[in-house]
Each structure stands twice: as structure tokens, then as C-alpha cells.
């Protein structure tokens, strides 16, 4: 059974860094793409980025490139998403996702809350 | 970039109805579209991709048509727990995948 489970809900403060965690299980973590979609609060989902974990290969939302890093360790798979200073507007729920090898996604974490506020 | 656009933002329809919830594209996007159920407080979950492939486990009542830049969701008779919010998104311009803005689906 694929599962793709997720760090718990975070609150930090303007300016601080976070890195939130997805393991995944069920499936041959290599062979798959996987992403972050966001969900700021009471809004609808965004694509952030994707990471193909057999050889790193990542790829950005123009709306998230440079804001974020998405980054896999292979040894436990799990992928991850960083932010170096984070903005009161990183405040979202933020979810990763399997791309199937068609590219929409087929299996969902169950989702990290990010508030950020000062 | 591609804009979903999905009607009604509100859907009112009782239990047993049929529901029927549109999405646009602004080009086409050929058969590369899926629809996404939210329900309060869980992750999107996958019903349809290829416009019109119920996904695994999905109910028969759960059906997708359409190519190019219109396409629809239907709900064939509607049951307590389809009360919920529902999304396309196109991955046709992968990977700069777009979701529409949401329909959300209520009882009426």
C-alpha cells in the first residue's frame, strides 16, 4: 500500500528556517516523482515543486523558485521542502504528492501545517 | 501559463440528484486533465485523470468527459459523503501543472 506520510504541524517566526518531510512507503521511492502543493487557508492548491529522487531532478513553480528548495534522501525516502527565512505569507497547509508516471498525482500525504507569525 | 477556471464556485444539489461541475482551460489541454475531491480538514484525493479514467476505487457514479478546453465532472446520484470541494488540473504543460480554483459542493 503506497503511503506518504508527513512531518508535523510547525510554527515559527518570520525570518527562521524549516524543513518539512515526507516519507514515503509502498512503492519504489526512486522510480517516482514527488511534489509539494500548498494551500494557504481557506484557498485552493498550488503546484510548488517536484523532485525526481533517482537523479535529483527538480523543478520549480516560477511562483516558488528561489523561495523554496526541494531536495529526497534516497537511504529513507523521504523528500523534503526548505525554506532559509521564511515570510508570515509561507503560512499554508502544505502537502507532498506522488506524480504517477502519467503526470497527475495519484497518492497524497496528509499534509504539514506551516504558521509562521511573529 | 494555463488558467483553469472551474463553474459554479458554489454547487447546491440534494441527496440522490445529479451534479454536474465544469472546468475550462484557457488552451487546449487535450485529455490531460484530472479532477481532485477535497473534504474539510483531509488531503485532495484523486477521481479521474485522462478527462475521463475513474481512478482506483472511485464509485461509478463519479464520471469525467470532455477534451481540449472543456470538460466536466458528473455525480450521478449524489451521496452524503460527496458533499465536498472538487478541482481540476491540467498537466498537459508539465511541469507547470494548474489547478482550477474550486467547486464546492453543498447540500442543498
Known amino acids: 500500500e503506497v503511503q506518504l506520510v508527513q512531518s508535523g504541524a510547525e510554527v515559527k517566526k518570520p525570518g527562521e528556517s524549516l524543513k518539512i518531510s515526507c516519507k514515503a512507503s509502498g512503492y519504489t521511492f526512486t522510480n517516482y516523482w514527488i511534489g509539494w502543493v500548498r494551500q494557504m487557508p481557506g484557498k485552493g492548491l498550488e503546484w510548488v515543486a517536484i523532485?525526481?529522487?533517482?537523479?535529483?531532478?527538480?523543478r520549480y513553480s516560477p511562483s516558488f523558485q528561489g523561495q523554496v528548495t526541494i531536495s529526497a534522501d534516497n537511504s529513507i525516502s523521504t523528500a523534503y521542502l526548505q525554506w532559509s527565512s521564511l515570510k508570515a505569507s509561507d503560512t499554508a497547509m502544505y502537502y507532498c504528492a506522488r506524480q504517477n508516471g502519467d503526470p497527475f498525482f495519484d497518492y497524497w500525504g496528509q499534509g504539514t501545517l506551516v504558521t509562521v507569525s511573529s | 501559463e494555463i488558467v483553469m477556471t472551474q463553474s459554479p464556485a458554489t454547487l447546491s444539489v440534494s441527496p440522490g440528484e445529479r451534479a454536474t461541475l465544469s472546468c475550462r482551460a484557457s488552451?487546449?489541454?487535450?485529455?490531460?486533465l484530472a479532477w481532485y475531491q477535497q473534504k474539510p480538514g483531509q488531503a485532495p484525493r484523486l477521481l479521474i485523470y485522462?478527462?475521463?479514467t475513474r481512478a482506483t476505487g472511485i464509485p461509478a457514479r463519479f464520471s469525467g468527459s470532455g477534451s481540449g478546453t472543456e470538460f466536466t465532472l458528473t455525480i450521478s446520484s449524489l451521496q452524503s459523503e460527496d458533499f465536498a470541494v472538487y478541482y481540476c488540473q491540467q498537466y498537459k504543460n508539465w511541469p507547470q501543472y494548474t489547478f482550477g480554483q474550486g467547486t464546492k459542493l453543498e447540500i442543498k
Open positions: 485522462g478527462a475521463s
Open positions: 523532485i525526481y529522487p533517482d537523479d535529483s531532478d527538480t
Open positions: 488552451q487546449s489541454v487535450n485529455s490531460r
